[in-house]
Structure formats: C-alpha cells, structure tokens
C-alpha cells in the first residue's frame, strides 16, 4: 500500500499527518480550522483517501501558518507514498460542476513544482478563514509534492463553492493521476525514466 506520515514541527505549528493514497475515503482532521477540517474531509472523499491530519498551530494570530504547513505536509506525504511514481497514470483532471460553480482542474506528477491558480474569490472571508489562504495551501502542496497543478475557475461567484469546488476537483484530478496504468504497472511515466 502506499502510504506516509509526515510530522513536521516549527515554532509555529505542530503537525501529525497520515496520508493512505489506495483507501476508502476515510478522514479524522483536526486542523485547528473549522472551514479547513470541512475542505480536507471532502478532499480526502473525493479522492478516495485516507487522511488523518492533527494540527496545533498558532490560530490565535491567524490561520496563515495551519493552512500553509498543512498544504505542505500534504505534499510531502503524496510524494513520500509515491515513491519513485512507477506505474502511475501521472496526469489527472477534472471540472467540476457545483451549483453557479465551475472549477477545472489538471495536475502532473511531473518532479517539477509549479502552480497556477486562476480563482478569483469575491468574499475576503468565509465565516474566520481567510479566503486568500486557499492559495498558501496549494503552493505549499505543489512544492512539496513537486508537482504541476493548474486550477481555473470557470464560472462561480458563490466563495464557498468556488474554494469547495477547488478541493474537490483536485481531488479528483490527483485520484487520476495516482491510479496504476495496468498497461504500464512496472514503468516510469517519462522518457527520462526517472521523475
């Protein structure tokens, strides 16, 4: 199975993260962010993950820290349990419908970390979190988990489903790109033969 667990402590926050790639969409998160626990818990169903994440981090000043050390745990966890990514599909998408919503998505596990997130998101705040966050948190799971990921709002002006709509499609995008190619179950998706 591939599996990782990523501690990672700072002055700032005190992070436990369990990452199942080939589970069943089991989550247990304490983030220490409400709207963030509610963003990995659907991240994780939708990607048919099993996810454990504990947080202590330092909320009383904002959530800036959680939100940007879990997006990297989270990275560091995909590519830890990828391994040298042998036999992966590599590149996933997704768009994702939710209600006046319209989220694309595409990602490559490409060794290369680049990220390009074309959201536009009209409220500052969704009930204490930040919604320029959303962002912190990709850019810290792209560079860790050195990869290229490219999302796109399409249509949306509700913020809670543009950002919802973010996780989930990327979810779903990563879920692609990490099956096993049957086809090609004992090779390195790249001329290069390494990733």
Same mark, same amino acid.
């Given at each position: 199975?591939?599996?990782?667990?990523?501690?990672?402590?700072?002055?700032?926050? $005190? !992070?436990?993260?369990?990452?199942?790639?080939?589970?069943? =969409? @089991?989550?247990?998160?304490?983030?220490?962010?409400?709207?963030?626990?509610?963003?990995?818990?659907?991240? %994780?169903?939708?990607?048919?993950?099993?996810?454990?994440?504990?947080?202590?981090? /330092?909320?009383?000043? /904002?959530?800036?820290? +959680?939100?940007?050390?879990?997006?990297?745990?989270?990275?560091?966890?995909?590519?830890?349990?990828?391994?040298?990514?042998?036999?992966?599909?590599?590149?996933?998408?997704?768009?994702?419908?939710?209600?006046?919503?319209?989220?694309?998505? %595409?990602?490559?596990?490409?060794?290369?970390?680049?990220?390009?997130? /074309? @959201?536009?998101?009209?409220?500052?705040?969704? =009930? +204490?979190?930040?919604?320029?966050?959303?962002?912190?948190?990709?850019?810290?799971? @792209?560079?860790?988990?050195?990869?290229?990921?490219?999302?796109?709002?399409?249509?949306?002006?509700?913020?809670?489903?543009?950002?919802? =709509?973010?996780?989930?499609?990327?979810?779903?995008?990563?879920?692609?790109?990490?099956?096993? $190619?049957?086809?090609?179950? /004992?090779?390195?998706?790249? +001329?290069?033969?390494? !990733?």
């Amino acid at each position: 199975m591939r599996t990782a667990e990523i501690i990672r402590k700072t002055a700032e926050t $005190d !992070i436990t993260l369990k990452l199942n790639i080939d589970g069943k =969409g @089991v989550s247990v998160v304490d983030s220490g962010s409400g709207f963030l626990d509610h963003m990995l818990t659907l991240f %994780a169903k939708h990607g048919r993950f099993d996810l454990e994440v504990k947080c202590v981090g /330092d909320t009383e000043v /904002d959530d800036h820290h +959680t939100v940007e050390d879990i997006g990297i745990a989270l990275g560091q966890a995909f590519e830890k349990a990828l391994g040298d990514k042998r036999g992966i599909v590599r590149y996933g998408d997704m768009a994702l419908p939710m209600d006046e919503t319209l989220i694309l998505s %595409a990602i490559d596990f490409s060794g290369r970390a680049y990220l390009n997130y /074309d @959201v536009q998101i009209p409220a500052e705040q969704i =009930g +204490t979190f930040d919604t320029e966050l959303a962002s912190e948190f990709w850019y810290g799971f @792209v560079r860790n988990s050195k990869s290229t990921l490219h999302i796109k709002q399409l249509a949306g002006e509700n913020s809670h489903h543009i950002i919802e =709509g973010t996780f989930k499609s990327v979810a779903r995008s990563i879920a692609k790109a990490v099956k096993i $190619d049957k086809d090609f179950a /004992d090779e390195i998706p790249s +001329t290069k033969g390494v !990733i």
